[in-house]
Structure formats: structure tokens, C-alpha cells
């Protein structure tokens, strides 16, 4: 069976922070909650816009409901310690109002909105894939895009929480063809007295092909 590379994201949601740098604007799109150790969290993922679609998104104030199609970039950058690794980011291949569901399906003029969505889907080849428990395995996924009119490839790291590691590990190996589908969470922990976020790619599919 042969399937198309694959590394789409679509979030659609409210926009919660806005800010710049250069000549990137940054949206942060909560779309849903989780609940980790009984305590449940917004996931908050942020999002690169790039040239003009950075321009076009700056139109959007905070509270704005939005759809987003984007996909994950990854970057090689050295640290502080002359150490070199990968750092991932979701960056934007397009912008739009949200509309409802009868709006866009029949357009039928409508003030409410399409519930909150937040998918990724991903296929391409195996890179690395290891154990870290018995329930869950990282793995990256290497697969190509276009971003800013230009084609990029990025392996992207992701997490798969199964029944039973092992098996998994004794059926899918590095390039191997896969097609993967889950979410994005976010991730917030205090380094040095500040609260950070880290958005994840956590898998609830992964199947060989």
C-alpha cells in the first residue's frame, strides 16, 4: 500500500497570547483540557507564522476563534555547552476565521462556532524508536512539508502510550513506513522560578504500512 508523506496539523480554537519577534508573530490556540495527576491543564499549543501569513495573522486580536493548518518544523541549534540538538515547532501554513459546521458545509449563516479541534497526522519513516516504559514508547517520524513556499523535512519526535511496549518495538523498526495520529498537549514546568511550556505530539495511532 502506498500513502502519501504526511505532516499536517489542524488546530482550531481560541487565541489565548499573541507576541512578535522579528519578523515572526507567535499565537498560542487553547483547544481543549487534560488531566494529569488529577489536575487538569489547558492545551495551549503555539504557533510560528512566517512572512506574509505573519502579517495576516497579526489581524487577529486575543479571543478570536480560529482555524489553523500547520506543520511541525524541526531545527538542529547548539547549546550553551557547544552541544548540538533538535528542537521542534508547529509552524503555520494558513489562517482563517472559524466558522460552524452548517456554515461550511451548506452555507448557512450561523454565530455558533465548530467545537475546538486539535489533530495531527503524520507519515513517513521510522528514524529512532526506543522503550521508556513498559506502556510507552518515543519514536520520530521522518516526513516533509512545504512551510513559507519552501520544502522542508523534519523528523518528528512523538510519544505513543500502548498496552504493551515490546511488541510494539518487535513490530515497527527504524525505516519502516508508518502513519501516525494524535494530538498535540502542552506541557508547563518551572525551570529556575519560571513556569515554561513545551508542546508534545502524543500518539493515539501508530500503524506500519
Known sequence: MSIENKNNVYLSGTITRKSEYKNMLFLSITTG?????????????????LGELA?????YEKGTRVDINAAIVTRRITDINGKSRYTQSIVATGI??????????????SESKRPPANRVIICGS?????????????????ATTVVNHSRRRATVMCSY???????V?????????????GTIQTLRFNRDGQINQKDTIVLSELQKF
Do not use: M, W
Open 161 to 167: 502510550f500502548c498496552d504493551d511496549a515490546d511488541r
Open 96 to 109: 482563517c476565521p472559524s466558522k460552524s459546521i452548517l456554515n461550511e458545509v451548506l452555507g448557512i449563516e
Open 169 to 181: 518495538l518487535s513490530d515497527i523498526h527504524i525505516k519502516d513506513s508508518v502513519c501516525a495520529a
Open 126 to 142: 521510522v528514524y529512532s524508536i526506543t522503550k521508556s516504559n513498559e506502556t510507552l514508547v518515543k519514536l520520530g517520524i521522518g
Open 33 to 49: 483540557t487534560y488531566v494529569k495527576n488529577g489536575q487538569k491543564h489547558f492545551t495551549s499549543p503555539t504557533v510560528v507564522f
Open 55 to 59: 502579517l495576516e495573522a497579526g489581524k
